[in-house]
């Protein structure tokens, strides 16, 4: 199965500042790539697909880049209703993988 | 308006079968693939496999294949997950979740929360 791979563990950022968080694949995912939020007690939010693309409602401070193994999201300016753990996800192939996480905190 | 909307927690006791339950409404609930996430008391996400309402086709994680089973009753809009040997190590929050086609993952349930405790 294809291992993604996100760093780092943990990002310490001031709100207003800017964040990149990346991710790995063991193989190419090509752009079959997606970034999910998710807050204690609330449901995982998709924020990305495509590896690009903004789903419906996410305010446009997010961005994702990249394709094939290497990618990225970026949050240009963060707020504080950003932070909170971020995964990535392929679902290029079968079974669909996770990463383990970024924990985006406060500094 | 999409939503799924999962069945209550539970809290059961080692050795004791579950079924957890996934409707689905606002949306043809056939023709979209409903998947499940695991999610360990303080880990990270795990996919654990996913069925197509329309004709029962499902993939599983070899990590959960034989572990857990994945049904579905179209003629209620309800996906299922279910064990027959609950283990302390299932306790767990989980996630149903629709595939949507380009974005997989687009709607979620509110998860449900199994504890397995003697």
């Known amino acids: 199965e294809i291992v993604m791979t996100q760093s780092p563990a943990t990002l310490s950022v001031s709100p207003g500042e800017r964040a990149t968080l990346s991710c790995r694949a063991t193989q190419s995912v090509t752009s079959n790539l997606a970034w999910y939020q998710l807050k204690p007690g609330q449901a995982p939010r998709l924020l990305i697909y495509g590896a690009s693309t903004r789903a419906t409602g996410i305010p446009a401070r997010f961005s994702g880049s990249g394709s094939g193994t290497e990618f990225t999201l970026t949050i240009s300016s963060l707020q504080s209703e950003d932070f909170a753990v971020y995964y990535c996800q392929q679902y290029y192939k079968w079974p669909r993988t996770f990463g383990q996480g970024t924990k985006l905190e406060i500094k | 308006e999409v939503q799924l909307v999962q069945s209550g927690g539970e809290v059961k006791k080692p050795g004791e079968s579950l079924k957890i339950s996934c409707k689905g409404s606002?949306?043809?609930?056939?023709?979209?693939?409903i998947g499940w996430v695991r999610q360990m008391p303080g880990q990270g996400l795990e996919w654990m496999g996913i069925?197509?309402?329309?004709?029962?086709?499902?993939r599983y994680s070899p990590s959960f294949q034989g572990q857990v089973t994945i049904s579905v009753d179209k003629s209620i809009s309800t996906a299922y997950l279910q064990w027959s040997s609950l283990k302390a190590s299932d306790t767990a929050m989980y996630y149903c979740?629709?595939?949507?086609?380009?974005?997989?993952?687009?709607?979620w349930g509110q998860g449900t929360l199994v504890i397995v405790s003697s």
């Open positions: 979740a629709r595939r949507s086609n380009p974005s997989d993952f687009d709607y």
């Open positions: 606002g949306y043809n609930f056939a023709t979209y693939w």
């Open positions: 069925i197509y309402p329309s004709d029962s086709d499902t």
